[in-house]
T-cell receptor, first 113, second 109 residues
Framework: EPEVTQTPSHQVTQMGQEVILRCVPI?????FYWYRQILGQKVEFLVS????????KSEIFDDQFSVERPDGSNFTLKIRSTKLEDSAMYFC???????????FGPGTRLTVL | QKEVEQNSGPLSVPEGAIASLNCTYS??????FFWYRQYSGKSPELIMF????GDKEDGRFTAQLNKASQYVSLLIRDSQPSDSATYLC?????????FGSGTRLSIRP
């Protein structure tokens, strides 16, 4: 069964450094998403992406964040200058329609020291 | 502000019994509703989706939707220890999922 994959599973970085989190969505899906979950808190929407552009973003997704689909398979989230409060699980998700089911990847645990 | 509300629990249910999980949502225009299961340290895993008023059954799981009351529920029949997890109610609004904070379910042997 096709699934969303994410790399790395765990990323440790120093405050102020740039990180890139990678995702390979399910191949025939057209809608891509990033969510984050701070330890012990709810899953929060960051950004949705369709047709090579951002379709919606939350107030969390400020100028430090960017997304890109550099080729036909990868979908990336870049954090330009990480802060301590960026430490969280980051989940990528994909779906075939904007109101349809979203399937989640296993997540990347980001630790900012 | 779009909200999805759930009782955080923990909800403790004996093995073999029915677990009942509830959720309310604030946006009357919401169309798609989901239940995800999340084990500790893992990603959300889709359990059920429901779009229309009424009940939808899939194996041991039944989702119930009442749009007039803005209420979604999930029933788990014949609860198993492996059902112990956090259950996330989710609503799609403008192409993004709004999650509730989740209900922690514990199935006791």
């Amino acid at each position: 069964e096709p699934e969303v994959t994410q790399t790395p599973s765990h990323q440790v970085t120093q405050m102020g450094q740039e990180v890139i989190l990678r995702c390979v969505p399910i191949s025939n899906h057209l809608y891509f998403y990033w969510y984050r979950q701070i330890l012990g808190q709810k899953v929060e929407f960051l950004v949705s992406f369709y047709n090579n552009e951002i379709s919606e973003k939350s107030e969390i997704f400020d100028d430090q964040f960017s997304v890109e689909r550099p080729d036909g398979s990868n979908f990336t989230l870049k954090i330009r200058s990480t802060k301590l409060e960026d430490s969280a699980m980051y989940f990528c998700a994909s779906g075939s329609d904007r109101t349809d089911t979203q399937y989640f990847g296993p997540g990347t645990r980001l630790t900012v020291l | 502000q779009k909200e999805v509300e759930q009782n955080s629990g923990p909800l403790s249910v004996p093995e073999g019994a029915i677990a009942s999980l509830n959720c309310t949502y604030s946006d009357r225009g919401s169309q798609s509703f989901f239940w995800y299961r999340q084990y500790s340290g893992k990603s959300p895993e889709l359990i059920m989706f429901i779009y229309s008023n009424g009940d939808k059954e899939d194996g041991r799981f039944t989702a119930q939707l009442n749009k007039a009351s803005q209420y979604v529920s999930l029933l788990i029949r014949d609860s198993q220890p492996s059902d112990s997890a956090t259950y996330l109610c989710a609503v799609i609004w403008a192409s993004k999922i709004i999650f509730g904070s989740g209900t922690r379910l514990s199935i006791r042997p």
